[in-house]
């Protein structure tokens, strides 16, 4: 019966934790800017204090660009079709995003994780 009693909590527990997870990237979502055309649209969420800018690097020609980062976490950049190696500064992880032609891709850049980023698309 005890077990029987554990097992519902944690199942429980597994599905709250599920929804509140759920609802807040569907909140993050609806905070990322959007544009017409090629590019980056996204959030970043990170413990302590945002970065003011992060380095988007093309990977067929090295070029990098800095972008400015909302006081919200947000930013957007207008980039061509082609693979882009973000990273934020003071981290040493980055994320690959590949861009399409077309098309703005919306991402949430989840750095409270150590160890990997989480990117979840929009």
């Known amino acids: 019966m005890k077990l029987l009693v554990v097992g519902i909590l944690v199942a429980a527990l597994a599905v709250l934790l599920t929804v509140a997870t ?3 990237y569907q909140s993050d979502r609806s905070s990322i800017p ?11 969420d990170t413990f302590g204090a945002l970065p003011k800018s ?16 909302a006081a919200d976490g947000t930013f957007a950049a207008r980039l061509s079709p082609g693979r ?6 003071g981290d040493s992880r980055t994320v690959t995003i590949a861009v399409p032609s077309g098309d703005c891709v ?6 409270r994780i150590p160890g ?4 979840i698309p929009g």
């Open 116 to 119: 990997l980023v989480l990117r």
């Open 22 to 24: 759920l609802i807040g």
């Open 106 to 111: 919306d991402v949430i850049l989840d750095y």
């Open 34 to 44: 959007d544009f017409a055309g090629t590019g980056i649209a996204a959030r970043i």
């Open 84 to 89: 882009y190696r973000i990273s934020m500064q």
């Open 54 to 69: 992060i380095a988007i690097q093309n990977e067929q020609t090295g070029a990098t660009t800095l972008t400015q980062v």
